[in-house]
C-alpha cells in the first residue's frame, strides 16, 4: 500500500509478523530493533493519528525507564540485567523522539531529560537533608530505617513481576498503536512491541534465578 513514506506492508501484515510472548526471547531481542532501528522520516504535515499513536508511545516509554530506575535504585543485585533492559527503552524513546512529529521531538525528550534531572537532584537533597537529621540509638548510630522494603530474593521477585507485567501491557499498547498509525509507524510499533514482548519473558525467566 502506498503511501508518504513509501510502499510497503499493510498494518495487517504488519500485526501479523508481530509475535507473542513464547519461546526464543533471544531472537525476539535481535529483531524487534533493541539494538537500534531507523525511524522512517515524517510526512511534511504530520498525520494527527501518528502525532497521538507515537506521543502515546513515547510516554509509555518514558514510564518504563522510571520504572527500571526506581527498580535498579532497590535491588542492586538485579542492576546489571535491569540496566541492559533500561537502555533497549531508552533507544525506543529516541527512535519515536527522531521521528520530530509534536510533542515527540528533541524539545520533549529535554523536557523529560531536565525533569528526570530535577527530580534526581531534589532526592539526594531530600536524602542528605534526612540524613542529617536521622535519629540515633543511645550509642549513636543511626536508626535502621523500616520504612523501605528489604532488598531480598523475595522483593526482588515481586518487582520482576512489576516489570514483566508493565513489559506486557506497554506491547499490547504499542500493537493497539499500529491499528490507528500510517504504515512507516506502524513498523516502528510493530518493532516495539516485539522488543517488548522479549522483554517480558526474558524477566519472566529471571524470577526463578532469584527466588532460590
Known amino acids: 500500500m502506498p503511501t508518504a513514506a513509501g510502499s510497503g506492508p499493510s498494518r495487517r501484515a504488519i500485526l501479523a509478523a508481530v509475535p507473542l510472548v513464547g519461546a526464543g526471547a533471544s531472537v525476539l531481542l535481535a529483531s524487534a530493533g533493541c539494538t537500534g532501528s531507523d525511524p522512517v522520516a515524517p510526512t511534511p504535515t504530520a498525520n494527527p493519528a501518528d502525532v497521538a499513536a507515537a506521543a502515546a508511545a513515547h510516554q509509555r516509554e518514558a514510564e518504563l525507564l522510571t520504572a527500571y530506575d526506581a527498580a535498579i535504585s532497590r535491588h542492586p543485585g538485579l542492576a546489571t540485567t535491569l540496566r541492559t533492559i533500561r537502555a533497549h527503552h531508552a533507544d525506543h524513546a529516541s527512535d519515536l523522539a527522531a521521528l520530530g512529529l509534536p510533542g515527540v521531538g528533541a524539545s520533549a525528550t529535554s523536557a523529560t531529560s531536565a525533569t528526570?534531572?530535577?527530580?534526581?537532584?531534589?532526592?539526594?537533597?531530600?536524602?542528605?537533608?534526612?540524613?542529617?537529621?536521622?535519629?540515633?540509638?543511645?550509642?549513636?548510630?543511626?536508626?535502621?530505617?523500616?520504612?523501605?522494603?528489604?532488598?531480598?530474593?523475595?522483593?526482588?521477585?515481586a518487582t520482576l513481576t512489576t516489570l514483566a507485567a508493565l513489559e506486557g501491557t506497554t506491547a499490547a499498547a504499542h500493537r493497539a498503536g499500529c491499528l490507528t498509525a500510517s504504515t512507516g509507524l506502524a513498523g516502528l510499533l510493530a518493532s516495539l512491541c516485539a522488543a517488548e514482548s522479549a522483554h517480558a519473558e526474558l524477566i519472566g525467566k529471571a524470577q526463578p534465578t532469584v527466588a532460590r
Open 116 to 157: 528526570s534531572a530535577a527530580s534526581a537532584t531534589s532526592a539526594a537533597s531530600a536524602t542528605s537533608a534526612a540524613a542529617a537529621t536521622a535519629p540515633t540509638t543511645s550509642t549513636g548510630d543511626p536508626v535502621p530505617n523500616t520504612a523501605a522494603p528489604a532488598d531480598t530474593s523475595e522483593t526482588q521477585a
